[in-house]
DNA sequence: CGTTCCAATATCGTATGCAAGTATGTCGAA
DNA sequence: TTCGACATACTTGCATACGATATTGGAACG
């Protein structure tokens, strides 16, 4: 069987895995990402999960110190008000160029995935989560904007990371009611609507998700301020 | 004279060389980068190279098709409109979480870069380019949000690329007077006129420097349509 | 008993080597 | 003369190798 290995890139394939892993939260914001061990487990040689860990880094997933190797990044609160506050920005830009370009058939696609939300979040299982993050990915890929498409990916991946350490339990992130008034604007074409909806929706998913303060993960950031007060001086 | 090798890792530096001969035109929208010429000239091996590809190619600085190798991106005027588009959001939402929150001392750094725009547009160097630029990555320096900053550093960048392509020669982007407005506004802290004057200022800009449609760069492109013209079938 | 220094170990940073893939040039057959 | 198959040179994809840097566990010393 001479299983043909691989017809594309590698490099490619351990980038997406890392990705997925991160936001999936098998990595845990924190974590240390060594290159040996992840490249023995996926298969490949430090090379190539060296070039993973760069990219991911300009995406804000990994964070690289030099010498000390990568981990999952760890996003301070200030940082995550920043995502959310570009991600609000993004994606009223999404609403604004969707609204009334819309096409029923579009319309029709957000409405069946509004249902599947709803049937989903009876059960409240992690699909709740997953399908709401899908459906802001769906709107912005229907503005035909690529990169717009891309930055609010990314802007998405990172609020995945923000809600894993800041995020109460496991509060349904997303008001699927909230979404049925936005498909409402888009197809009446009132663009200042439907961009103020996002925009208050996005901040509502701040304010219900994103207040508690979690556990910090490295140790020299922790204990700095305690040797401060304490006279000591961090060599 | 111990000269210190290496301050910071070299790999970096590679990655702020390309970016930064992208951006000044050194290296031309479409041109190939091959792995050992460049690593050559930079004193680094191919992996360094390679690794700094990735990064770029993450920023759409360049492109990079397996197994074909990298090149400086050459944006689609498709591409061109969707960067403008995006980053017109972002910047409005730096006009929005500046206006009125701008201290005298950040105005007083605005008002003296104007100042020097406009002693430079009157030689209409090459600087007043650059300057055009600073100003709006300043601006975005100023809102304190590191993604944001680095989401419109980065549309800044791609501009550059697109305007190298489809830019006319020398027309200095940015017309000062919109910027000393746009001052104002902020001031004055009225956030919707801001955000209403910088979206009309990159409106602006789009349509004084972005009309002319120039030469392509991949030959396949070039010709496929002559090709269909005269009923040959490219493969 | 606590501190300093040093070796051992685990990683990282970078160069190099080899296999595989792509482009180009040549030559023979139609 | 045109087309296509093969051969050659060049480039990329990836792994491995080796020196450099950080971290850990003592041992020596005060």
Chains 1, 2 share one sequence.
Do not use: W
């Amino acid at each position: 069987m001479g299983e043909k290995r691989t017809p594309v890139l590698r490099a490619e394939s351990v980038y997406r895995a890392l990705r997925r892993a991160i936001i999936e939260q098998a990595l845990k914001p924190g974590m240390k990402l060594p290159e040996d061990s992840i490249g023995e487990q996926l298969g490949v040689s430090r090379t190539l999960v060296r070039e993973a860990f760069g990219r991911l880094a300009v995406e804000g997933l990994v964070e690289l110190k030099p010498n000390r190797g990568a981990s999952v990044a760890y996003p301070t609160l200030e940082e995550a008000r920043d995502v959310f506050e570009v991600r609000r920005g993004l994606e009223r830009l999404v609403a604004e160029s969707l609204a009334g370009r819309i096409t029923p058939a579009q319309v029709a696609e957000l409405e069946a995935h509004v249902h599947q939300e709803e049937k989903a979040h009876e059960q409240d299982g992690p699909e709740s989560i997953r399908l709401s993050g899908e459906f802001h990915i769906k709107l912005a890929n229907m503005t035909g904007n690529a990169l717009l498409l891309r930055y609010v990916q990314e802007a998405s991946s990172r609020c995945s990371l923000i809600l894993a350490i800041y995020g109460r339990p496991h509060s349904s992130e997303c008001a699927v009611s909230e979404h049925r008034q936005l498909i409402d604007a888009l197809r009446a074409g009132d663009a200042a609507r439907a961009a103020d909806l996002m925009d208050h929706h996005l901040r509502a998913v701040v304010t219900r998700a994103l207040l508690t303060p979690r556990v910090e993960r490295d140790i020299r950031d922790v204990l700095a301020p305690y040797a401060l007060s304490e006279g000591l001086t961090p060599s």
